[in-house]
T-cell receptor, first 120, second 111 residues
Framework: DSGVTQTPKHLITATGQRVTLRCSPR?????VYWYQQSLDQGLQFLIQ???????AKGNILERFSAQQFPDLHSELNLSSLELGDSALYFC???????????????????FGEGSRLTVL | TQLLEQSPQFLSIQEGENLTVYCNSS?????LQWYRQEPGEGPVLLVT?????EVKKLKRLTFQFGDARKDSSLHITAAQPGDTGLYLC???????????FGTGTRLTIIP
């Protein structure tokens, strides 16, 4: 158990609809990351928040948006859904805003179990 | 854009055999991490390497960071069925909030 909680675990919806994915980070972690994993592909970075502020943006579509709330949980909103949006969406959290660092303030990312979105 | 290519994309071997998977980039990274992802779960960190030429061992797994910090390898000795999973490398640069993941190697160990 990574300590990161994602809901829902599975979601089936239709094209054109809007969904919200929720993430609760590990206790004490200030950074939240969102990644998309499509079939047979690696993890595509979408967006990162640190203590409520957006810190980095990846290949996130304009139809997608996210935010981190004062209690540090985060939501990823996906709108005008298309078939190609079907994927696993992972949330990860870390203590540091700089992923990949080794040492005391490690940039280890702790991942949730993901939310599997199917758009029909 | 920094890209990390992993090879092979798929690997299926018998239990007890040795294997090496590779992570290559044309870009320099300050650090490189390896994660393992099992079906239905999120990736879990195995190791972080930060120094060019660094070698780290985790039981039967040996990780090496290239001298130029552009590539890395993961060697597994006497593979076990429990090693089955998707292996992902991820590169980072100090001061940059973005962690770039590789394309992944899907490893299957046949009992």
């Amino acid at each position: 158990d990574s300590g990161v909680t994602q809901t829902p675990k599975h979601l089936i919806t239709a094209t054109g609809q809007r969904v919200t994915l929720r993430c609760s980070p590990r206790s004490g972690d200030l950074s939240v990351y969102w990644y998309q994993q499509s079939l047979d592909q690696g993890l595509q970075f979408l967006i990162q928040y640190y203590n409520g502020e957006e810190r980095a943006k990846g290949n996130i579509l304009e139809r997608f948006s996210a935010q981190q709330f004062p209690d540090l949980h985060s939501e990823l909103n996906l709108s005008s859904l298309e078939l190609g949006d079907s994927a696993l969406y992972f949330c990860a959290s870390s203590v540091s805003p700089y992923p990949g660092l080794a040492g005391k303030n490690t940039g280890e990312l702790f991942f949730g179990e993901g939310s599997r979105l199917t758009v029909l | 854009t920094q890209l990390l290519e992993q090879s092979p994309q798929f690997l299926s071997i018998q239990e007890g055999e040795n294997l090496t998977v590779y992570c290559n980039s044309s870009s320099v990274f300050s650090s490189l991490q390896w994660y393992r992802q099992e079906p239905g779960e999120g990736p879990v960190l195995l190791v972080t390497v930060v120094t060019g030429g660094e070698v780290k061992k985790l039981k039967r797994l040996t990780f090496q960071f290239g001298d130029a910090r552009k590539d890395s390898s993961l060697h597994i000795t006497a593979a076990q069925p429990g090693d089955t999973g998707l292996y992902l490398c991820a590169g980072a640069n100090f001061g940059n909030e973005k962690l770039t993941f590789g394309t992944g190697t899907r490893l299957t160990i046949i009992p």
